[in-house]
């Protein structure tokens, strides 16, 4: 047990990405998978926005030529290192990170929100096709996404879906329900069942599995709709 009372060894983490505001789809799905990660006792999470760059003025451009000091300086102090952006930061700052983590002996998460990196013009798409080779792993929102990746040949890459917190109460509803199975399929109609599908605890579980089995430098095996896939 360790000094925080968890029976499992703290995993220290570099996570990178846009957090709100401005409130946002990749924003609020960056803060939901943080705020998951605060609240765990075998976390020690290091955080760094790279939001509101763009359009901010001199803030934004002292946040811009401060990040990658911030990653440089962060790497030195974690076990692994993630990084969720979209669209062109996934090309740009996303090759300069999975550098770092190579040159530091870091593993490192990339997560890449919507969108096609491989459609971002000669040099982003070059760019983003490296990222994606050099990442440990990579996450992707979508199956077409997955399966472009498989045909490029990055064998990391793994479904990494939108998720968001389910609410207690619907937890509970569900226990009540299912007392009755045939009122609950009447109601549910397998709604309740989908959404739980997507519930960010677990997929925050699976984040953090993801990042103990690189730590220990197991190798990454891709699940699910992927093994098929291939």
């Given amino acids: 047990m360790n000094s925080k009372g968890c029976d499992k060894e703290v995993l ?3 996570v990178l990405g846009p957090l709100p505001p401005p409130i946002g789809g990749t924003t609020v799905l960056l803060k939901t998978l943080v705020d998951d990660l605060a609240r765990r006792e075998d976390i020690q999470l290091r955080i ?19 990040t990658p000091f911030a990653i440089v300086i962060g790497a030195t102090r974690v ?19 999975v550098l770092v983590g190579r040159l530091m ?9 919507g969108g096609n990196p491989f459609r971002l013009g000669k040099v982003g798409s070059w760019m983003a096709y490296k990222v ?24 990391n890459v793994q479904w990494y879906p939108n998720n968001r917190p389910i609410p207690v109460a619907l ?6 329900l299912s007392e009755d199975q045939e009122l609950f399929a009447r109601l549910c109609k397998g709604a309740l069942l989908k959404s739980l599908d997507f519930d960010s605890r677990a997929w925050t579980e699976k984040f953090v599995n993801i990042c ?13 709709w992927f093994a098929h896939a291939r």
Wanted: net charge positive; proline share 3%.
């Fill in 105 to 113: 002996g870091r593993p490192v998460v990339m997560r890449k929100f």
């Fill in 132 to 155: 994606m080779r050099l990442a440990n792993a990579s996450l992707v929102e979508t199956h077409a996404l997955l399966r472009e990746a498989d045909a490029k040949r990055a064998s």
């Fill in 48 to 66: 760094i926005n790279t939001g509101a760059i763009r359009k901010n003025g001199i803030r934004g451009a002292g946040k811009l030529i401060g």
């Fill in 12 to 14: 220290r983490m570099l």
């Fill in 212 to 224: 103990r089995t690189l730590v220990s430098g197991r190798q990454i095996r891709p699940v699910g």
């Fill in 171 to 176: 937890y509970q509803a569900m226990e009540l």
């Fill in 79 to 97: 076990d692994v290192i993630s990084a969720h952006l979209n669209d062109m930061p996934f090309a740009h700052l996303g090759l300069f990170t």
